[in-house]
């Protein structure tokens, strides 16, 4: 099992560029998220989907960031244009259940590290 | 509103010494906590949740609901243990994580 895959690993764009994120979560796990890790702080929800759906989005900046789960499997996140306050770690995350019971636990993958300059 | 609070950044300690790392936490609700821990250069992974009752890697932690903490104990600190750890608060719904800023851990031989 491979687990939560993201890519990529790393990115360095200058400022306005578009950037886009792209996570495979494990198999047969309905509940996907992405979060954002700032230096020094922990992770922030973004947006969590159900399947296909954006279920929980209040966290993401709508100006800017776009997310899609068309198949309600793999997911996309793109920030366009980027900033320099974007600089973070990316990450997706799954879990199996929407949070009945106990399998409550969030898969993480290994985050994408996006510079903006 | 949901928070966590992880008051210290960094907690040095001696390999064998007793460790506590602290979290705090504001809920409404009655409250699903958890502590995750990365170690260095590997992803975020479940350490443990406190409807658990569990001990992972001789690590516990218990629940008061008065204080309102979540404090992370070992009674004897290994090397390996140096990581960072960070605190989860889970709502009522089961939908929504709100993490604490962490704590990086330092064993030292």
């Known amino acids: 099992e491979a687990g939560v895959v993201q890519s990529p690993r790393y990115k360095i764009i200058e400022k306005k560029q578009p950037v886009a994120f792209w996570c495979n979560p494990i198999?047969?796990?309905?509940?996907l998220y992405w979060y954002r890790q700032n230096l020094g702080q922990g992770p922030e929800l973004l947006i969590r989907?159900?399947?296909?759906?954006?279920?929980?989005d209040s966290q993401l900046p709508k100006d800017r960031f776009s997310a899609e789960r068309l198949k309600g499997v793999d997911s996309t996140l793109k920030i366009q244009p980027a900033e320099l306050g974007d600089s973070a770690v990316y990450l997706c995350?799954?879990?199996?259940?929407?949070?009945?019971?106990?399998?409550?636990?969030?898969?993480f993958g290994p985050g994408t590290r996006l510079t903006v300059l | 509103a949901q928070r966590v609070t992880q008051p210290e950044k960094l907690l040095s300690v001696f390999k064998g010494a007793p460790v506590e790392l602290k979290c705090n936490y504001s809920?409404?609700?009655?409250?699903?906590l958890f502590w995750y821990v990365q170690y260095s250069r590997q992803r975020l992974q479940l350490l443990l949740r406190h409807i658990s009752r569990e001990s992972i890697k001789g690590f516990t932690a218990d629940l008061n609901k008065g204080e309102t903490s979540f404090h992370l104990k070992k009674p004897f600190a290994q090397e390996e243990d140096s990581a960072m750890y960070y605190c989860?608060?889970?709502?009522?719904?089961?939908?929504?994580?709100?993490f604490g800023g962490g704590t990086r851990l330092m064993v030292k031989p």
């Open positions: 989907y159900e399947n296909e759906e954006a279920v929980d």
């Open positions: 989860a608060l889970e709502n009522n719904a089961g939908n929504m994580l709100t």
């Open positions: 809920y409404s609700g009655s409250p699903e």
């Open positions: 198999s047969g796990h309905n509940t």
């Open positions: 995350a799954s879990s199996p259940h929407p949070g009945a019971g106990e399998d409550r636990k969030q898969y």
